[in-house]
Nanobody, 122 residues
């Protein structure tokens, strides 16, 4: 069974770049989970879940229009990881960030990480 674990700094200063990694265990993203789509989703305090973006098996990426200019998702097959970079952060980017797996772009996610709190503050 696939398991996902987010990692990265819990505190980022305004205008800096937020960088998170999601480590996949229970199988290889290049073989066992080759056809999986890997997602980043966040939940600001007191708000609902917000889809940020997805990386497809092909490596193609899909981003939320509201975040596209600041977001980059990549895969690192040698580490069995995929990553999120969000540039020019502001306090409005404070949220719990989740990584998750789906079977298509826009599909429901069936496996989730536990989430990691990221606070943007000086």
């Amino acid at each position: 069974q696939v398991q996902l674990q987010e990692s990265g700094p819990g505190l980022v200063k305004p205008s800096q770049t937020l960088s998170l990694a999601c480590t996949v265990s229970g199988g290889s993203i290049t073989t066992d989970y080759f056809y999986s789509y890997w997602n980043w989703i966040r939940q600001p305090p007191g708000k609902g879940l917000e889809w940020m973006g997805t990386i497809a098996p092909s490596g193609n990426t899909y981003y939320s229009p509201s975040l596209k200019s600041r977001t980059s998702i990549s895969k690192y097959t040698s580490k069995n990881q995929f990553t999120l970079r969000l540039s020019s952060v502001s306090p409005e980017d404070t949220a719990v960030y989740y990584c998750a797996r789906s079977e298509r772009v826009g599909g429901s996610c069936d496996y989730w990480g536990r989430g990691t709190q990221v606070t943007v503050s000086s």
